[in-house]
Protein backbone atom coordinates (compact mmCIF):
# COMPACT_ATOMS: atom_id res chain seq x y z
CA UNK A 1 0.00 0.00 0.00
CA UNK A 2 1.15 3.47 -0.57
CA UNK A 3 1.87 5.69 1.83
CA UNK A 4 2.03 9.36 1.80
CA UNK A 5 1.33 11.05 5.19
CA UNK A 6 0.18 15.10 4.91
CA UNK A 7 -1.70 16.98 7.21
CA UNK A 8 -5.38 18.07 5.85
CA UNK A 9 -6.06 14.65 5.01
CA UNK A 10 -9.34 13.54 6.62
CA UNK A 11 -8.08 10.08 7.13
CA UNK A 12 -4.74 12.13 8.65
CA UNK A 13 -2.68 9.40 11.17
CA UNK A 14 -2.35 11.04 14.74
CA UNK A 15 1.53 11.40 14.15
CA UNK A 16 0.78 12.37 10.81
CA UNK A 17 3.34 15.42 9.41
CA UNK A 18 1.80 18.73 9.38
CA UNK A 19 0.55 20.30 5.60
CA UNK A 20 3.84 20.87 3.87
CA UNK A 21 5.48 18.16 5.55
CA UNK A 22 5.24 14.95 3.92
CA UNK A 23 6.56 11.17 4.14
CA UNK A 24 6.83 9.58 0.99
CA UNK A 25 7.32 5.73 1.01
CA UNK A 26 6.68 4.97 -2.80
CA UNK A 27 8.02 6.77 -5.44
CA UNK A 28 4.68 6.88 -7.19
CA UNK A 29 3.38 9.38 -4.81
CA UNK A 30 5.79 11.84 -5.36
CA UNK A 31 5.47 15.09 -7.53
CA UNK A 32 7.39 14.23 -10.67
CA UNK A 33 9.68 17.55 -10.41
CA UNK A 34 11.19 16.04 -7.34
CA UNK A 35 10.93 12.33 -7.93
CA UNK A 36 14.68 12.37 -9.15
CA UNK A 37 15.50 12.54 -5.24
CA UNK A 38 13.51 9.39 -4.24
CA UNK A 39 16.47 7.30 -5.28
CA UNK A 40 19.08 9.31 -3.06
CA UNK A 41 16.16 9.08 0.15
CA UNK A 42 19.09 6.72 2.35
CA UNK A 43 21.81 8.29 1.64
CA UNK A 44 19.86 11.65 2.55
CA UNK A 45 18.77 9.73 5.82
CA UNK A 46 19.88 6.76 6.40
CA UNK A 47 17.17 6.34 9.16
CA UNK A 48 14.52 7.74 6.06
CA UNK A 49 12.33 4.47 6.54
CA UNK A 50 11.50 5.27 10.25
CA UNK A 51 9.25 8.29 9.05
CA UNK A 52 11.71 11.00 8.05
CA UNK A 53 9.38 13.71 6.63
CA UNK A 54 10.49 16.76 4.05
CA UNK A 55 9.85 19.66 2.90
CA UNK A 56 9.55 19.89 -1.23
CA UNK A 57 11.92 22.70 -1.50
CA UNK A 58 14.43 20.06 1.02
CA UNK A 59 14.68 17.48 -1.46
CA UNK A 60 17.23 19.73 -3.09
CA UNK A 61 18.78 21.92 -0.08
CA UNK A 62 19.46 19.24 2.76
CA UNK A 63 22.65 17.89 3.13
CA UNK A 64 23.43 14.14 2.51
CA UNK A 65 24.27 12.29 5.77
CA UNK A 66 27.62 11.26 4.87
CA UNK A 67 28.60 14.58 4.33
CA UNK A 68 26.50 16.22 7.35
CA UNK A 69 28.83 13.42 9.63
CA UNK A 70 31.96 13.87 7.88
CA UNK A 71 31.17 18.08 8.58
CA UNK A 72 30.14 17.38 11.98
CA UNK A 73 33.27 15.42 12.51
CA UNK A 74 35.69 18.08 10.89
CA UNK A 75 33.97 21.10 12.99
CA UNK A 76 34.42 18.79 16.33
CA UNK A 77 37.57 18.28 16.06
CA UNK A 78 39.19 21.34 15.04
CA UNK A 79 36.84 24.01 16.83
CA UNK A 80 39.11 25.26 19.87
CA UNK A 81 38.44 23.33 22.48
CA UNK A 82 36.90 26.53 24.79
CA UNK A 83 33.99 26.47 22.36
CA UNK A 84 30.95 24.32 23.64
CA UNK A 85 28.03 25.75 21.48
CA UNK A 86 27.09 25.26 17.88
CA UNK A 87 24.95 27.40 16.63
CA UNK A 88 22.86 25.86 13.21
CA UNK A 89 21.61 29.25 11.62
CA UNK A 90 19.99 27.19 8.93
CA UNK A 91 18.60 24.01 10.46
CA UNK A 92 16.80 23.95 7.28
CA UNK A 93 14.57 19.81 8.01
CA UNK A 94 18.10 19.13 9.79
CA UNK A 95 20.66 17.28 7.78
CA UNK A 96 23.35 19.13 9.80
CA UNK A 97 22.13 19.59 13.29
CA UNK A 98 20.80 16.05 13.75
CA UNK A 99 24.94 15.33 12.92
CA UNK A 100 26.17 17.88 14.81
CA UNK A 101 23.79 16.63 17.82
CA UNK A 102 24.93 12.81 17.33
CA UNK A 103 28.96 14.29 17.15
CA UNK A 104 28.53 14.58 21.46
CA UNK A 105 31.34 17.10 20.92
CA UNK A 106 28.58 19.96 22.07
CA UNK A 107 27.25 21.36 25.43
CA UNK A 108 23.93 22.22 23.00
CA UNK A 109 23.48 22.87 19.54
CA UNK A 110 20.92 25.71 18.71
CA UNK A 111 19.03 25.26 15.63
CA UNK A 112 17.82 28.41 13.68
CA UNK A 113 15.03 27.88 10.93
CA UNK A 114 12.70 30.46 9.56
CA UNK A 115 10.16 28.22 7.80
CA UNK A 116 8.38 26.60 10.09
CA UNK A 117 7.22 23.69 8.06
CA UNK A 118 10.98 22.73 7.67
CA UNK A 119 11.46 23.38 11.29
CA UNK A 120 8.66 21.15 11.89
CA UNK A 121 10.77 18.25 9.46
CA UNK A 122 13.44 19.11 12.03
CA UNK A 123 12.63 18.33 14.68
CA UNK A 124 10.82 15.24 14.00
CA UNK A 125 13.32 14.36 12.19
CA UNK A 126 15.94 14.72 15.04
CA UNK A 127 13.39 12.57 17.22
CA UNK A 128 14.11 9.44 14.94
CA UNK A 129 17.58 10.12 15.22
CA UNK A 130 17.36 9.93 18.95
CA UNK A 131 19.17 13.71 19.65
CA UNK A 132 16.02 15.88 19.90
CA UNK A 133 16.60 16.40 23.49
CA UNK A 134 20.40 18.10 22.56
CA UNK A 135 19.11 20.92 20.54
CA UNK A 136 16.89 23.96 21.44
CA UNK A 137 14.85 24.88 18.36
CA UNK A 138 13.93 28.92 17.29
CA UNK A 139 11.70 29.83 14.63
CA UNK A 140 12.53 33.19 12.35
CA UNK A 141 15.41 35.32 11.01
CA UNK A 142 19.00 33.74 11.96
CA UNK A 143 20.43 37.22 11.40
CA UNK A 144 17.46 38.58 14.41
CA UNK A 145 17.93 35.61 16.32
CA UNK A 146 21.45 35.69 17.39
CA UNK A 147 21.34 38.95 18.60
CA UNK A 148 17.83 39.31 20.26
CA UNK A 149 18.00 35.54 21.86
CA UNK A 150 21.31 33.76 21.67
CA UNK A 151 23.70 37.17 22.07
CA UNK A 152 24.52 35.88 26.05
CA UNK A 153 26.62 32.74 24.05
CA UNK A 154 28.23 34.23 21.33
CA UNK A 155 31.79 34.15 23.18
CA UNK A 156 31.22 30.45 23.39
CA UNK A 157 29.83 29.53 20.29
CA UNK A 158 30.54 27.90 16.50
CA UNK A 159 29.01 29.18 13.70
CA UNK A 160 27.77 26.72 10.77
CA UNK A 161 25.50 28.40 7.79
CA UNK A 162 24.44 26.64 5.07
CA UNK A 163 22.21 29.18 3.51
CA UNK A 164 20.35 28.61 0.34
CA UNK A 165 22.68 28.64 -2.78
CA UNK A 166 19.83 30.41 -5.11
CA UNK A 167 20.95 33.24 -8.00
CA UNK A 168 22.15 32.84 -11.34
CA UNK A 169 24.99 30.07 -12.11
CA UNK A 170 25.04 27.87 -9.14
CA UNK A 171 24.05 24.98 -11.70
CA UNK A 172 25.39 26.06 -14.85
CA UNK A 173 28.59 28.35 -14.28
CA UNK A 174 31.95 26.57 -13.75
CA UNK A 175 33.05 29.28 -11.03
CA UNK A 176 29.99 29.96 -8.87
CA UNK A 177 29.73 34.21 -8.32
CA UNK A 178 29.75 34.02 -4.11
CA UNK A 179 28.49 37.92 -4.43
CA UNK A 180 25.35 37.08 -6.49
CA UNK A 181 24.56 34.01 -4.20
CA UNK A 182 20.59 35.11 -3.25
CA UNK A 183 18.94 35.58 -0.64
CA UNK A 184 22.40 36.31 1.21
CA UNK A 185 25.75 36.84 -0.76
CA UNK A 186 28.97 35.99 1.03
CA UNK A 187 29.55 39.15 2.40
CA UNK A 188 26.07 39.02 3.55
CA UNK A 189 27.00 35.92 5.93
CA UNK A 190 30.38 36.52 6.74
CA UNK A 191 30.39 39.86 8.04
CA UNK A 192 28.03 39.54 10.55
CA UNK A 193 28.32 35.83 11.52
CA UNK A 194 31.84 36.74 12.16
CA UNK A 195 31.33 39.53 14.09
CA UNK A 196 28.71 36.87 16.55
CA UNK A 197 31.49 34.53 17.03
CA UNK A 198 34.79 34.59 15.39
CA UNK A 199 34.62 30.80 14.47
CA UNK A 200 32.13 30.42 11.37
CA UNK A 201 31.71 27.66 8.87
CA UNK A 202 29.57 28.12 5.61
CA UNK A 203 28.76 25.56 4.21
CA UNK A 204 28.54 26.48 -0.20
CA UNK A 205 28.51 24.83 -3.90
CA UNK A 206 31.39 23.37 -5.05
CA UNK A 207 32.22 25.67 -7.99
CA UNK A 208 32.28 28.65 -5.50
CA UNK A 209 35.03 31.36 -6.37
CA UNK A 210 37.45 30.38 -4.05
CA UNK A 211 39.24 33.92 -5.09
CA UNK A 212 36.25 35.58 -2.88
CA UNK A 213 36.70 33.08 0.05
CA UNK A 214 40.58 34.17 0.35
CA UNK A 215 39.59 37.90 -0.09
CA UNK A 216 37.94 37.50 3.04
CA UNK A 217 39.17 38.41 6.72
CA UNK A 218 39.19 35.30 8.76
CA UNK A 219 40.12 36.38 12.49
CA UNK A 220 43.32 36.72 12.14
CA UNK A 221 44.34 32.90 11.09
CA UNK A 222 44.56 30.70 7.70
CA UNK A 223 41.35 30.19 6.30
CA UNK A 224 40.62 26.73 5.41
CA UNK A 225 38.24 25.24 2.52
CA UNK A 226 37.43 21.04 2.38
CA UNK A 227 35.56 19.71 -0.33
CA UNK A 228 33.17 17.08 0.64
CA UNK A 229 32.97 14.13 -1.96
CA UNK A 230 30.38 11.24 -2.03
CA UNK A 231 31.61 8.35 -4.46
CA UNK A 232 35.31 10.86 -5.23
CA UNK A 233 33.08 13.56 -6.72
CA UNK A 234 32.81 16.74 -4.39
CA UNK A 235 29.06 17.88 -3.59
CA UNK A 236 30.20 20.63 -1.28
CA UNK A 237 32.59 22.85 0.16
CA UNK A 238 33.21 24.21 3.50
CA UNK A 239 34.83 27.62 4.12
CA UNK A 240 36.49 27.13 7.65
CA UNK A 241 36.61 31.21 9.21
CA UNK A 242 38.71 31.42 12.69
CA UNK A 243 40.69 29.33 14.85
CA UNK A 244 39.91 26.18 13.46
CA UNK A 245 42.55 24.15 13.84
CA UNK A 246 43.01 20.89 11.60
CA UNK A 247 45.45 17.90 12.28
C1 LIG B 1 19.99 24.90 2.18
S1 LIG B 1 18.73 24.92 3.35
C2 LIG B 1 19.51 24.23 4.77
C3 LIG B 1 19.56 22.73 4.74
C4 LIG B 1 20.00 22.10 6.04
N1 LIG B 1 21.42 22.22 6.26
C5 LIG B 1 19.61 20.63 6.03
O1 LIG B 1 20.50 19.76 5.93
O2 LIG B 1 18.42 20.34 6.09
C6 LIG B 1 18.62 26.61 3.79
C7 LIG B 1 17.52 26.90 4.82
O3 LIG B 1 17.68 28.23 5.30
C8 LIG B 1 16.42 28.72 5.64
N2 LIG B 1 16.57 30.19 5.76
C9 LIG B 1 16.73 31.10 4.76
N3 LIG B 1 16.91 32.32 5.27
C10 LIG B 1 16.91 32.19 6.62
C11 LIG B 1 17.07 33.10 7.70
N4 LIG B 1 17.29 34.41 7.48
N5 LIG B 1 17.02 32.63 8.95
C12 LIG B 1 16.81 31.31 9.19
N6 LIG B 1 16.63 30.39 8.21
C13 LIG B 1 16.68 30.83 6.95
C14 LIG B 1 15.53 28.24 4.52
O4 LIG B 1 14.17 28.23 4.93
C15 LIG B 1 16.10 26.83 4.28
O5 LIG B 1 15.38 25.88 5.02
Known amino acids: MNEVCQCGDEDAQ ?10 YADLSDMPWDIQKYYHQRY ?8 GIW ?7 GVTPEPVARKVADHVAEAAPESKGILIDCFAGVGGNVIAFARSGRWKRVYAIEKDPKALACAKHNAE ?9 WYEGDCFSILWNELADLAEHSVIFASPPW ?6 SDAVFDLAKMQPY ?3 DLVMPFQEFANDVVLYLPR ?41
Not at 14 to 23: L, T, Y
Not at 54 to 60: G, L
Not at 130 to 136: A, D, K, L, N, W
Request: with cysteine.
Open 14 to 23: PNAPPEGCQH
Open 43 to 50: SIFSQYDE
Open 54 to 60: MTEDAWF
Open 128 to 136: IYGVQGRIS
Open 166 to 171: GGPGYR
Open 185 to 187: TLL
Open 207 to 247: TSDMRQLAAQPSGGSKMVVMHYCIEGASKAICAYFGAFTFR
